[in-house]
Structure formats: C-alpha cells, structure tokens
C-alpha cells in the first residue's frame, strides 16, 4: 500500500511551532517507529543548531545531533504515514531535498503534505487563517490566485522538489499572531491538524489539544488586558478581519468545527 508523506521543519518555517506541533502530535497519539534519517553533518551549522548530550534510561550519557528523522506512524485504519522532522538545513538545500526525496520513495510514499507556519498580522480571538494548495508539477505551471515573491524556505523547496518527481504534493501554512511570536500555539497546531485530517483516513484522536487551544487563547487575552497597546491593536485586527467577512471562532470553535468534521467523515465511510 502506498504511504503519505508529512514534512516539517522547525526554525524560520514553524512560527509557534505548529508545524512541528503537528507531527509530534500524531507520534503520541499513533505507533510510531523510526525508518530513516539525514545525517545533519553535511547540511547543519552546529552553531545554529547545537547537538544536545542527554542522559538515556539506563543513565548513559549520549549526543544527541540535529538530524532529520522520518518515523513511520501507523494509524488504526488508511495508509500509512511517513513523517519528515528536523531543523532546517543550513547548507546544500538541492542535495538535502534529493537526500529526503530518495528515502521517501524507498518508503513506497506517493504524495506529500508539506507543512508550514509564518507570523503574520492575524488576531488570536479569530481564526488563523489556513491556506492549502497543491503544487505544480511542472516548475513554470501557474496554479491558483498566489502571487507571492520573495524569501522561502526548505518547505517550498522541497514540496517543489516531491511534485516535479510525481509525488502529488499539497502544502500547507498557517498563520501566527506576531505579537505572541515567542509562543508555542496549540491554536495554530489545531488549524493544520485539520489539513492533516483531510489526507488521513482514520480520525485523528486531539487529546489535550482543543483545551491547550483554548488556554492558549485565554493567555494572550490576559496579556492584551494588562497591555492597552496589544489590545488597542488586537481591537484593530479583529475590526479588519471581520471587515473582510470571515466568521469569528475561538480555539473552542475550531476544535467543535473539527469534531463536526470528523463524525461527518465517520457517517460518510
């Protein structure tokens, strides 16, 4: 049976760490084993990302180094999942990506979800906008309304990389609050997971996720209370989003909006 593909990377492209939050969701709630790895020596400047030495059950003391790892998750029902994590890459971005590209096709995977976070002025009462497209196979290929121009990083790259070899290959990206930047959100990891869900066949269990959403939206809402100048802007980027017509939805909505989601998926099979 043909496997799906998961990418994250963590660092310019994991604002909140959603990204990243997702796959190490579905490693918790799924047996997971790893499959493969890219040797970080080749393409991680250790200044940037520094190995770790950490302690193991049996009190050895081991080196940890920033490699990127592909686990193999097994879900209770559908194909198989393949997740690619890790840093990314200072170096040789076009010999990393060929590296991933040929374990991936080892692993019988046949299309790819890229994921992806960026800061961006969204307010966290709303919800943080998710946009989702599949890319070209060919390179030149024009496909939907995106007319960005500027930097990327490792994520488009290699998502252009899976495509142009024929593996369908969708990418995904949220959007984070900027102003809560130097936070882990669960809301953000929630608005991917639905993404996610869209390619996988059996029911993602959240566990824990839709409360951390919600306590995360509770926090930032203290801190624009005991800051007049966040809440005076968060007051500003909710009347501009509401201007644009999209509906208003707590970390609570979403994960509502998601379990909805689900028990449709599960009436339909």
């Given at each position: 049976?043909?496997r799906?593909?998961?990418t994250?990377f963590?660092g310019?492209?994991?604002?909140?760490?959603?990204a990243?939050?997702?796959?190490?969701?579905?490693?918790?709630?799924?047996?997971?084993?790893l499959?493969?790895?890219?040797d970080?020596?080749?393409?991680?400047?250790?200044q940037?990302?520094?190995?770790e030495?950490?302690?193991?059950?049996?009190?050895?003391?081991?080196v940890?180094?920033?490699?990127?790892?592909?686990?193999?998750?097994?879900?209770?029902?559908?194909?198989e999942?393949?997740?690619?994590?890790?840093?990314?890459?200072?170096?040789?971005?076009?010999?990393?990506?060929?590296?991933?590209?040929?374990?991936?096709?080892?692993?019988?995977?046949?299309s790819?979800?890229?994921?992806?976070?960026?800061?961006?002025?969204?307010p966290?009462?709303?919800p943080?906008?998710?946009?989702?497209?599949?890319?070209?196979?060919?390179?030149?290929?024009?496909?939907?309304?995106?007319?960005?121009?500027?930097?990327?990083?490792?994520?488009?790259?290699?998502?252009?990389?899976?495509?142009?070899?024929?593996?369908?290959?969708?990418s995904?990206?949220?959007?984070?609050?900027?102003?809560?930047?130097?936070?882990?959100?669960?809301?953000?990891?929630?608005?991917?997971m639905?993404?996610?869900?869209?390619?996988?066949?059996?029911?993602?269990?959240?566990?824990?996720?839709v409360?951390d959403?919600a306590?995360?939206?509770?926090?930032?809402?203290?801190?624009?209370?005991?800051?007049?100048?966040?809440?005076?802007?968060?007051?500003?980027?909710?009347?501009?989003?509401?201007?644009a017509?999209?509906?208003?939805?707590?970390?609570?909505?979403?994960?509502?909006?998601?379990?909805?989601?689900?028990?449709?998926?599960r009436?339909?099979?």
């Amino acid at each position: 049976m043909s496997r799906i593909a998961i990418t994250a990377f963590s660092g310019w492209n994991d604002a909140g760490e959603a990204a990243t939050g997702v796959i190490e969701h579905l490693h918790e709630v799924w047996p997971t084993r790893l499959v493969g790895a890219v040797d970080a020596e080749e393409y991680i400047d250790f200044q940037v990302n520094r190995p770790e030495i950490l302690t193991t059950e049996d009190g050895r003391r081991e080196v940890e180094w920033p490699d990127t790892r592909l686990h193999l998750v097994t879900p209770p029902q559908g194909p198989e999942i393949v997740t690619v994590m890790g840093p990314e890459p200072s170096l040789r971005w076009k010999r990393f990506c060929d590296e991933v590209l040929e374990q991936l096709q080892l692993l019988d995977v046949t299309s790819v979800l890229s994921l992806g976070a960026l800061l961006a002025d969204s307010p966290h009462s709303r919800p943080l906008p998710v946009s989702a497209h599949e890319e070209p196979v060919s390179p030149e290929a024009v496909i939907g309304e995106d007319h960005y121009s500027g930097p990327v990083g490792v994520p488009t790259i290699l998502a252009r990389r899976t495509a142009a070899a024929g593996l369908r290959t969708t990418s995904a990206w949220v959007q984070v609050p900027h102003y809560v930047s130097q936070n882990i959100s669960p809301k953000a990891v929630l608005g991917l997971m639905r993404e996610v869900q869209e390619i996988v066949t059996a029911p993602i269990p959240l566990g824990e996720l839709v409360e951390d959403a919600a306590a995360w939206e509770r926090g930032v809402d203290e801190l624009a209370r005991t800051d007049e100048d966040i809440a005076e802007y968060v007051r500003r980027l909710e009347q501009a989003q509401d201007a644009a017509g999209l509906p208003e939805a707590s970390g609570d909505a979403i994960a509502r909006e998601f379990e909805q989601f689900l028990r449709r998926r599960r009436e339909s099979d």
